[in-house]
C-alpha cells in the first residue's frame, strides 16, 4: 500500500504543475500584468511609470513563460511562470497584491471555512442516510412516495433561496440568531446555526435521494433476500448488512470531499459574513489578484488529489476484498 | 412573543408550556424537575439580556460604540497609498493632515486641523525674487505651515523607549517576534509629540521606490525636486537592496524645508492654487520616522505588521484591531485633545440639531466597529434590526425606506419613520458622463467641415437622450440631470436661467424644459443625417456605444439607451467588454461612445474641468480626458483658470469655458448622483458630505435608546419552534406506527408458519 501511495503521491506532481499551467494561461489570457497593476493603482493619475513600478514590484515586468533574451536555461527560469509557481511547491505562496501574506491568510481563514463545512458535512451525512434509509424501509408507501417529493421538492430551489430564506425567517422575523458575522471566540456557535442548518437543509434533496438509490439497490441483492429468510428484522437488515454494504458508493461520494472542505463555501460565506477561503477566493477574483487566485487553485488542486487518494485508502477499511497495489 | 430578558424564568416556561409535551411539563412542575428544567433553559438563553440575534457581544451592551459595516477590504491603510474612499474611511480618523474642511459650512471651506492657520503661500520669480500675491508670472510658490505645539501620537511601540533612552522595540531579532501576532502583543508603548519634521518625512515618501504612492505622478510635476529625489532614492535602493530600511532623513528633498520644529515650508513650481486642497489629503499626513523604522523591521511584514496595515498618528481615533475579512476597530486616541466641535454653521443646522454640542471636546464616540458586510441583504436587515447605526439604500429596498411626499418631498416611509429612522441626502462632487471620442470620425470628425457636422451630431443626441427620465426610472430619483461637468456646491456651478445649458434646455416655466426631439431631429438633419439617413452613403446612421460587461439587471438601462437614440433615429449598437478591455479601448481611443464618471479629489471646478483639459487627453498623453477633446481657446481659458484664486473674475473665465464645453457637447453631461443614507435616531450629528472624511469626531450616539430599541425589536418569536415539533411528531409518529404494524405482521407471519 505505501508503494501505492508514494506512487499517487508522485503522480499529483505532473498534474499539479499541470493545473498550474492551465490557470495561468487562463488568468494572462484575459489580464495582462498592466490591467492587473491598473486594477491595484485605481483610476485616477495613473501613470505609465508607476504601472511599471507596480510591476517591478512584484516581479510582473518579466516575460510570461519564455524570456527570449535570457541566456540558457534562465530562458525559461527567469520568467514569471517560473518563479511564481515554482515556490508554491514548498507551499511558498508569496504574497497577495494588497501586500499581505497569502500562506498566513489561508491559515487564518480555513478555521472559519472549516467551522461552516465540516458540522454540514457531518450532520448532512446523518440526516441524508437517515432519511434516506428510512424512505427505503419504507419504501412503496406513503412515507416513501412523500419522501421522494419532498426531495424534489428541496432539490428544485436554487442554494441562494435557501440563504435569504434562512435568513428572513429565522433571523429577520423570529429573532433566533444573527442573520450575519463571525467571531473566533466560543461564541461563534451563534453564527455558525444558521448556516450549518441551511447547508444541511439545501443538499438534503439531492442526497437523500441519491442514498435512497443506493440503497434501493442493495435492498435488492440475494444476501438482503438470505438475510430476511433468516427471520432478521428490517431493521437490522438495514443497519447492520445494507448500509454496511453500501458504503462503497457512499464513501465515494463523501471523502473526496473532506479535504476540500477546508477551501468554503463561496457564496455562503459572503452571505454570513464568514471570513473563509470561499470569500477570499472571490475577493481575490474580483480584485484580479492573481496571487492569491493561482494560491487557491494549486490548493484546491492539491486536496482534491488528496481526496482522492483518501477515497481509494477509505475501500480498503470498508471492504476487505479491495486491494491497492 | 417573549421578552426574556425582563421576565423570571417560571413565566417564561409557562409560557412556552403550550409547545411543549406533557411529560416535560410535568417534570418542569415538580420541584426538581422544574430547577433541572430551569437551569437547562437558563443555559441555554444565558447571555439573554441582550436579544439572541445581537450579532455582538453582550459586554458590549450600553457602550459607546458606533456600528458600521464596510462591503470591500481596504487594500491600504498607509497614507502615502491610500486613495479609495473605503481606505480614506479609516485613514482620515487616524491621521491628521495641517488642513481640513470645516464639518457645517457649505460651500466647502478649508480650516487648520493641526496647523495653526491656514498656510501662508508667497510667490517668486525664477531669481527667487518675491513676487506681490496678485503676480501671474510665477516660477515658485511657497506655502508655510505652523503646526499647533502638544499635539501627542498614540501611543504605539514604536516610540516605546528603554531607561537608557533607546528604542526598545526598533532591533528586534526574529527570536524577539516570536510570540509577536498582533500590534498589541508589544508589551510598552509611548508617545512623542508632532513634529514638524514628520509631515517633510511623508512628503519624502511620496517619492518611495516601494511604496507607488498613486499621486507621485501629479506631485512631482509641481514640489520641486520630488522627481529626482524619487531616482535618488531608487538609485540608492538599487544599489543595497540588503538595506530594509531606506532612512528617508538622510536624504534631502529641496522642494521641502523645516523652518523650525513646529514650521514648514512645501516649494511648489509655478502657481497651483488648488494645492491647498491636497494639504486637506492623508497624502499630506505626518508619518514619524520611528513607525517607518519599526515597521521596516525584517519578520514583522511576514506577519502582516506592516505600516499598511496598523496606522500611526495623531488623530481622534487609532485602529486597535485590523481584520479586514472580518471587522476593524478604532478605538478613542487617549492623546487626542484640543478640539471642539464647531459652533458655526449653516442657518438649516439649527433647526436640524446640529449646533447642540456647540464648543464640545472631540470625540463623541469612544469606539467604532467595522463588520464586514459582502452582501446588502444582510447588512440592510441587520440595520433595520438596530444593529447598524446608519444605511445607505439599495435599489432593491428603495421602495421599503423611502417615498414621495404629497408635496413632492423625498421622504422615509411610513414604517421607517415608525422607527425613528431619518433620510439625509446631499448632491455628491461627482458627474456621471457619456462622452464621445472626439478623435472618431462620425462623433469627433477630422476635418473642419467634418468637426461642425459632428458636432451638431452630439448636440441632436444630448437632447435627444433624456437623463431626467433615466435618474427617474433607474436611480430612484437620486441624481441631478447635469447642465455641465461642474456640479452643485463646487464654484463655476448656477442654478437658475443663467446655469442651464441653453442647446439642451429651454427656460419654461421657472425651470429648464429639454428641447423638443423636433430640435434634435433638425441638427441632426444639418448633421447630414436627415431622418437618421447619411446623405453620404443612402445608409442608416449606425453609432457604437462601448460599456463594460453589465450584469443581466442592466440590461434595461442599455435598452433605454438604445430607444432614447432611436428617438432620432439612429441605431446603437452596444459593444460590451470586460473592464480592462475597456479601458485600453479608451487608451488607445477605439471607443466611440463610452460612459465614465468622477468623483471629485476637492471642491474646485479645475478639478473637474481638467478632465476637458487638452494636453490631459488619453490617447498620445495618457491623461484623464478619456473624449480627446482638444479646444484651442477652452485650454487658453482653462490654464488661465488654473492659476486664478476664487472670485468674480475666475467665475466669469468658468462661465466662458462652460459656454464652450456646452456648444461643443463632448459629453451627454449626465446627472450628479444624490446621495441617500438612512440613520437611526440615536445617530446624532450627522451632516453627510463626501469631501471631508474625518467627520467620525463629530458624531454622537445616544447608545441607551440604541439598546432599549434593539430589545424592543428583537424579542425572539417562539410559537415556530412548536409547530417545527408538531410536524417533526406529526411526521414521525405515522411512520412509527407503521413501523410497529409493520414489524408485528412479520412476528405474526413468522409464528403462523
Redesign the interface.
Given at each position: 500500500m505505501l508503494n501505492y501511495i508514494i506512487r499517487r503521491i508522485l503522480y499529483a506532481i505532473p498534474i499539479l504543475i499541470g493545473v498550474n499551467l492551465v490557470t495561468f494561461m487562463l488568468f494572462f489570457v484575459?489580464?495582462?500584468p498592466d490591467?492587473m497593476a491598473?486594477?491595484?493603482?485605481?483610476t485616477?493619475?495613473?501613470?505609465?511609470?508607476?504601472i511599471f513600478?507596480?510591476k517591478q514590484?512584484r516581479g510582473y515586468d518579466k516575460p510570461l513563460i519564455y524570456h527570449d533574451d535570457a541566456p540558457g536555461f534562465q530562458k525559461f527560469t527567469d520568467t514569471i511562470f517560473f518563479e511564481k509557481s515554482l515556490a508554491m511547491f514548498a507551499f511558498d505562496f508569496g504574497r497577495a497584491?494588497?501586500?499581505?501574506?497569502i500562506a498566513?491568510?489561508i491559515q487564518?481563514?480555513m478555521w472559519p471555512s472549516l467551522a461552516i463545512a465540516l458540522p454540514v458535512f457531518l450532520l448532512g451525512l446523518l440526516a441524508y442516510i437517515t432519511f434516506a434509509l428510512?424512505m427505503t424501509?419504507?419504501r412503496a408507501?406513503y412515507?416513501d412516495f412523500w419522501g421522494v417529493v419532498l426531495c424534489i421538492a428541496l432539490m428544485s430551489v436554487s442554494s441562494l433561496f435557501y440563504i435569504?430564506g434562512g435568513?428572513?425567517?429565522i433571523?429577520?422575523?423570529?429573532?433566533?440568531?444573527?442573520?450575519?458575522?463571525?467571531?473566533n471566540?466560543i461564541?461563534a456557535w451563534?453564527?455558525l446555526l444558521l448556516p450549518i442548518l441551511v447547508g444541511v437543509v439545501s443538499s438534503a434533496g439531492a442526497n437523500s435521494r441519491w442514498y435512497r438509490t443506493i440503497f434501493l439497490e442493495e435492498m435488492s441483492r440475494e444476501y438482503v433476500r438470505t438475510a430476511r429468510a433468516k427471520?432478521l428484522?428490517?431493521?437490522i437488515v438495514l443497519f447492520r448488512h445494507v448500509l454496511k454494504n453500501a458504503m462503497i458508493p457512499i464513501l465515494t461520494g463523501a471523502v473526496v470531499v473532506i479535504p476540500l472542505l477546508f477551501l468554503g463555501g463561496l457564496i455562503t460565506e459572503?452571505?454570513?459574513?464568514i471570513?473563509g477561503l470561499g470569500?477570499?477566493t472571490i475577493?481575490a477574483i474580483q480584485?484580479q489578484d492573481f496571487a492569491v487566485v493561482r494560491a487557491m487553485v494549486f490548493l484546491g488542486s492539491l486536496l482534491y488529489i488528496i481526496g482522492l487518494l483518501l477515497t481509494d485508502l477509505s475501500y480498503t477499511l470498508v471492504d476487505p476484498r479491495v486491494r491497492l497495489e | 412573543m417573549l421578552a426574556l430578558s425582563t421576565r423570571p424564568i417560571s413565566q417564561v416556561i409557562k409560557r412556552m408550556s403550550s409547545f411543549i409535551p406533557a411529560g416535560i411539563i410535568a417534570s418542569l412542575h415538580s420541584a426538581h424537575g422544574l430547577r433541572y428544567w430551569g437551569c437547562c433553559v437558563f443555559l441555554l438563553l444565558a447571555g439573554c439580556a441582550e436579544?439572541?440575534?445581537?450579532?455582538y457581544?453582550a459586554a458590549q451592551s450600553g457602550e459607546n460604540i458606533l456600528y458600521n459595516a464596510f462591503a470591500e477590504?481596504p487594500?491600504?491603510l498607509d497614507p502615502v497609498q491610500s486613495?479609495?474612499t473605503n481606505e480614506i474611511l479609516f485613514t482620515a480618523q487616524i491621521y491628521q493632515p495641517p488642513l481640513q474642511y470645516h464639518y457645517l459650512k457649505r460651500p466647502f471651506e478649508l480650516i487648520p486641523q493641526t496647523a495653526t492657520t491656514l498656510p501662508t503661500v508667497r510667490y517668486y520669480d525664477a531669481n527667487d525674487v518675491a513676487l506681490p500675491a496678485d503676480a501671474e508670472e510665477v516660477a515658485f510658490s511657497v506655502y508655510e505651515i505652523h503646526i499647533k505645539p502638544e499635539i501627542h501620537y498614540q501611543p504605539h511601540p514604536a516610540f516605546a523607549r528603554d531607561v537608557l533612552g533607546d528604542f526598545l522595540y526598533h532591533t528586534q531579532t526574529a527570536s524577539d517576534l516570536k510570540q509577536i501576532q498582533k500590534i498589541a502583543d508589544f508589551e510598552h508603548d509611548d508617545t512623542r509629540e508632532l513634529l514638524a519634521d514628520d509631515y517633510l518625512y511623508q512628503i519624502k515618501r511620496l517619492a518611495h521606490?516601494?511604496l507607488?504612492s498613486?499621486?507621485?505622478?501629479?506631485m512631482a510635476d509641481y514640489i520641486v525636486g520630488l522627481r529626482e529625489y524619487a531616482e535618488t532614492l531608487s538609485k540608492h535602493a538599487t544599489a543595497n537592496p540588503d538595506d530594509v530600511y531606506l532612512d528617508l532623513r538622510q536624504f534631502p528633498l529641496s522642494g521641502v524645508e523645516k523652518v523650525d520644529d513646529h514650521t514648514y515650508r512645501i516649494r511648489i513650481k509655478g502657481k497651483y492654487p488648488q494645492f491647498i486642497y491636497w494639504l486637506a489629503m492623508p497624502f499630506f499626513a505626518p508619518i514619524p520616522w520611528e513607525a517607518d523604522r519599526f515597521f521596516s523591521q525584517p519578520g514583522l511584514?511576514?506577519?502582516?505588521i506592516?505600516l499598511?496595515?496598523y496606522p500611526v498618528g495623531t488623530g481622534p481615533y487609532m485602529l486597535t484591531e485590523n481584520?479586514p475579512?472580518?471587522v476593524m476597530v478604532l478605538e478613542r486616541n487617549p492623546n487626542f485633545q484640543g478640539e471642539h466641535y464647531p459652533a458655526e454653521g449653516m442657518p438649516e443646522d439649527v433647526e436640524n440639531n446640529l449646533l447642540q454640542d456647540a464648543d464640545q471636546p472631540l470625540p463623541f464616540i469612544d469606539k467604532i466597529i467595522f463588520?464586514?458586510?459582502?452582501?446588502s441583504?444582510?447588512r440592510w436587515?441587520?440595520f433595520?434590526?438596530g444593529?447598524y447605526d446608519a444605511s445607505g439604500i439599495g435599489s432593491d429596498s428603495f421602495d421599503q425606506a423611502v417615498q414621495i411626499s404629497g408635496q413632492g418631498e423625498t421622504v422615509v416611509t411610513e414604517g421607517m419613520g415608525e422607527q425613528g429612522i431619518r433620510l439625509e441626502t446631499a448632491v455628491a462632487p461627482s458627474t456621471y458622463y457619456m462622452g464621445f471620442n472626439m478623435l472618431d470620425t462620425v462623433v469627433g470628425g477630422r476635418t473642419t467641415q467634418e468637426k461642425q457636422a459632428a458636432r451638431k451630431l452630439r448636440q441632436a443626441i444630448s437632447i435627444a437622450v433624456d437623463y431626467e427620465e433615466f435618474i427617474s426610472i433607474f436611480a430612484n430619483g437620486r441624481g441631478l440631470a447635469a447642465q455641465s461637468p461642474i456640479p452643485p456646491g463646487i464654484e463655476g456651478y448656477r442654478d437658475g436661467k443663467a446655469g442651464i445649458n441653453s442647446i439642451v434646455y429651454e427656460w419654461h416655466n421657472g425651470g429648464p424644459r429639454r428641447r423638443s426631439i423636433k430640435v434634435a431631429k433638425r441638427l441632426l438633419a444639418e448633421a447630414g443625417y436627415p431622418d437618421g439617413i447619411d446623405k453620404k452613403s443612402g445608409k442608416p446612421l449606425v453609432l457604437y456605444f462601448d460599456v463594460t460587461t453589465r450584469s443581466a439587471d442592466d440590461k434595461a438601462i442599455l435598452d433605454w439607451m438604445r430607444k432614447q437614440f432611436r428617438k432620432i433615429n439612429i441605431h446603437l449598437v452596444v459593444r460590451s467588454t470586460?473592464y480592462?478591455r475597456f479601458?485600453d479601448k479608451i487608451r488607445s481611443g477605439n471607443a466611440q461612445i463610452f460612459e465614465w464618471g468622477w468623483n471629485a479629489?476637492y471642491p474646485d471646478p479645475e478639478n473637474f474641468l481638467f478632465l476637458l483639459y487638452g494636453p490631459q487627453r488619453k490617447v498620445g498623453n495618457?491623461g484623464?480626458n478619456a473624449a480627446n477633446y482638444d479646444n484651442a481657446e477652452f485650454n487658453r481659458l482653462f490654464e488661465r483658470m488654473n492659476n486664478m484664486e476664487s472670485g468674480p473674475q475666475r467665475a466669469q473665465i468658468i462661465d466662458q469655458m462652460l459656454a464652450i464645453l456646452r456648444e461643443d457637447a463632448p459629453w451627454l453631461w449626465g446627472y450628479h448622483p444624490k446621495d441617500y443614507a438612512l440613520y437611526h435616531a440615536w445617530y446624532q450629528n450627522v451632516k453627510p458630505n463626501r469631501l471631508s472624511n474625518n467627520n467620525m469626531k463629530y458624531w454622537r450616539i445616544d447608545h441607551n435608546l440604541r439598546a432599549q430599541k434593539q430589545r424592543e425589536w428583537?424579542?425572539?418569536?417562539l410559537w415556530?419552534l412548536g409547530i417545527v415539533f408538531f410536524l417533526l411528531m406529526g411526521g414521525l409518529l405515522?411512520?412509527w406506527l407503521?413501523?410497529r404494524r409493520?414489524?408485528q405482521g412479520?412476528s405474526l407471519t413468522?409464528q403462523s408458519s
Open positions: 484575459v489580464n495582462t490591467d491598473r486594477m491595484q493603482l485605481g485616477k493619475h495613473v501613470t505609465d511609470e508607476a513600478k507596480w514590484a497584491d494588497d501586500g499581505r501574506d498566513l491568510e487564518s481563514r428510512l424501509f419504507f408507501t412515507i435569504i435568513q428572513f425567517l433571523s429577520k422575523l423570529w429573532h433566533w440568531v444573527p442573520i450575519s458575522g463571525y467571531t471566540s461564541d451563534r453564527f427471520g428484522p428490517e431493521r459572503s452571505f454570513f459574513g471570513p470569500s477570499y475577493d480584485s | 436579544p439572541w440575534n445581537n450579532p457581544p477590504r487594500k491600504h486613495y479609495s521606490p516601494k507607488h498613486p499621486i507621485f505622478g501629479l511584514a511576514d506577519k502582516n506592516t499598511d496595515w481584520d475579512n472580518s463588520s464586514r458586510e459582502k452582501e441583504i444582510p436587515n441587520k433595520l434590526q444593529y470586460d480592462n479601458q479629489d495618457n484623464e428583537n424579542e425572539p418569536v415556530p405515522p411512520a407503521a413501523y409493520r414489524e412479520r413468522t
